[in-house]
Every structure is written in C-alpha cells, then in structure tokens.
C-alpha cells in the first residue's frame, strides 16, 4: 500500500503539543488592525486550542501526528 500523504497547508496551519493536543493560530489578527483596540489585539495574539467539532477532520488531515517545538 502506498502512504498517506500529509496536507500540507494544514501542517503550517497546526501546531502538536507534546501532550497531543492540536492548536491554531487565533483569527482576527491577519488585517484591518488600524481599528482594534490594542488591548483586543493582545486578546487575539497567540494560540488557542482547536475545537472538538473539527478535530476529526484535522487528524484526517495529518496523518503522521507528531509533537511538533
């Protein structure tokens, strides 16, 4: 059988933690920042966990799940 082959986009897009955990990128922070306050842009900087919903679909995705520094 051949491989599973990763999805690339999806790769750059999810980070593994060591714990298995996948995380994203928050959204909200890509454009139109001149109208944001600077404290709502703080809230939205970093990454949040990804929900339940979707989680399935991502590990389809990422066939080769690994903890990712």
Same mark, same amino acid.
């Given at each position: 059988?051949?491989?599973? +082959?990763?999805?690339? %986009?999806?790769? #750059?897009?999810? #980070?593994?933690t060591?714990?298995?955990k $996948?995380? !994203? !990128?928050?959204?909200? #922070?890509?454009? =139109?920042?001149?109208?944001? %306050?600077?404290?709502? #842009?703080? !809230? $939205?900087?970093?990454?949040?966990?990804?929900?339940?919903k979707? =989680?399935? =679909? $991502?590990?389809?995705? =990422?066939?080769?799940? +690994?903890? %990712?520094?």
């Amino acid at each position: 059988m051949p491989k599973m +082959k990763t999805h690339r %986009s999806a790769a #750059k897009r999810y #980070k593994v933690t060591a714990t298995g955990k $996948i995380q !994203r !990128r928050q959204a909200g #922070k890509g454009h =139109l920042l001149a109208h944001k %306050s600077p404290a709502r #842009k703080n !809230r $939205i900087t970093g990454m949040v966990e990804v929900c339940d919903k979707n =989680l399935d =679909l $991502i590990t389809k995705e =990422l066939p080769y799940m +690994k903890y %990712s520094r």
